[in-house]
Antibody
Framework: EVQLVQSGAEVKKPGESLRISCKGS????????ISWVRQMPGKGLEWMGR????????NYSPSFQGHVTISADKSISTAYLQWSSLKASDTAMYYC???????????WGQGTMVTVSS | QSVLTQPPSASGTPGQRVTISCSGS????????VNWYQQLPGTAPKLLIY???QRPSGVPDRFSGSKSGTSASLAISGLQSEDEADYYC????????????FGTGTKVTVL
């Protein structure tokens, strides 16, 4: 089965660091870009950035550039989204998604809820 | 900040046809194909339409998409209760080294 499986929910304090993961299976992980998408509570979808798992080339939305880091380890078919210093405003559901041959995100992870609260 | 504008809500009774608009610009919809995603309550988004009007395998033909200039639309014909969800248009944007932009989202309610 083709799928992306994300790591579990996280509860953190402001200023803490965090890395969440997205593991692909059932397909060639290095063949398709992985993107991360943020959804704040009750709000819409926001594209954060993408990574090419084959060479770890990344590009980010200006809204997220410098605030998060996207990386990947192709040896274990896993992409990551990382924060060095969380803020309360980072509280959101985060989805990873794979850009398929059709040029759209045809595989989505189940989402990882990140809660940042003192 | 979304650069694709959708109406916040749409509604219809079972069996009716509902249309959702998506307005963009020359750097996104005007230059690239449009995708639509459906997000059922409490679930991850799902690809509904790609390349303006193509349905992935398994998507009912009640859903159709179209594009003209810098705008696109999604139509749901024969509305069903299970279609109650949030719908998002999206496209690549040629500005700033290539970004993917989502629409503001439309909540479809089945009355």
């Amino acid at each position: 089965e083709v799928q992306l499986v994300q790591s579990g929910a996280e509860v953190k304090k402001p200023g803490e660091s965090l890395r969440i993961s997205c593991k692909g299976s059932g397909y060639s992980f290095t063949s398709y870009w992985i993107s991360w998408v943020r959804q704040m509570p009750g709000k819409g979808l926001e594209w954060m950035g993408r990574i090419d798992p084959s060479d770890s080339y990344t590009n980010y939305s200006p809204s997220f550039q410098g605030h998060v880091t996207i990386s990947a380890d192709k040896s274990i078919s896993t992409a990551y989204l990382q924060w060095s210093s969380l803020k309360a405003s980072d509280t959101a559901m985060y989805y990873c998604a794979s850009l398929g041959v059709v040029g759209a995100f045809d595989i989505w992870g189940q989402g990882t809820m990140v809660t940042v609260s003192s | 900040q979304s650069v694709l504008t959708q109406p916040p809500s749409a509604s219809g009774t079972p069996g009716q046809r509902v249309t959702i608009s998506c307005s963009g610009s020359s750097s996104n919809i005007g230059s690239n194909t449009v995708n639509w995603y459906q997000q059922l309550p409490g679930t991850a988004p799902k690809l509904l339409i790609y390349s303006n009007n193509q349905r992935p395998s398994g998507v009912p033909d009640r859903f159709s998409g179209s594009k003209s200039g810098t705008s696109a639309s999604l139509a749901i014909s024969g509305l069903q209760s299970e279609d109650e969800a949030d719908y998002y248009c999206a496209a690549w944007d040629d500005s700033l080294n290539g970004l993917y932009v989502f629409g503001t989202g439309t909540k479809v309610t089945v009355l």
